[in-house]
Nanobody
Framework: QVQLVESGGGLVQAGGSLRLSCVAS????????MGWYRQAPGKQRELVAS??????TNYADSVKGRFTISSNAKNTVSLQMNSLKPEDTAVYYC??????????WGQGTQVTVSS
């Protein structure tokens, strides 16, 4: 099992910045990649950014150039969000992927960007 605890999030004006962090515990050696997903009201959950244990990153087109994902390659992943837009408003979920056991999810943290 992998447990994920998120921190950060909150309310910010458009153009502002926020930083999300996620700490994993449990069988962390089994984690192959970590990332952030988000789900806005009435929409499906979507990938925001991910990073493998080897350091390869992947971003949604909508956040490229504004968001940066980083990891300590062990059990922590962070998402620096700059130039936030109202359309970034969503619940953000930390994700850990293991090839053996599949996906694990955090409880979610609300990000609200006011115009």
């Amino acid at each position: 099992q992998v447990q994920l605890v998120e921190s950060g999030g909150g309310l910010v004006q458009a153009g502002g910045s926020l930083r999300l962090s996620c700490v994993a515990s449990g069988i962390i050696f089994s984690i192959n990649a970590m990332g952030w997903y988000r789900q806005a009201p009435g929409k499906q959950r979507e990938l925001v950014a991910s990073i493998t244990t080897g350091g390869s990153t992947n971003y949604a087109d909508s956040v490229k150039g504004r968001f940066t994902i980083s990891s300590n390659a062990k059990n922590t992943v962070s998402l620096q969000m700059n130039s936030l837009k109202p359309e970034d408003t969503a619940v953000y979920y930390c994700n850990a992927y293991t090839a053996r056991w599949g996906d694990y999810w955090g409880q979610g943290t609300q990000v609200t960007v006011s115009s």
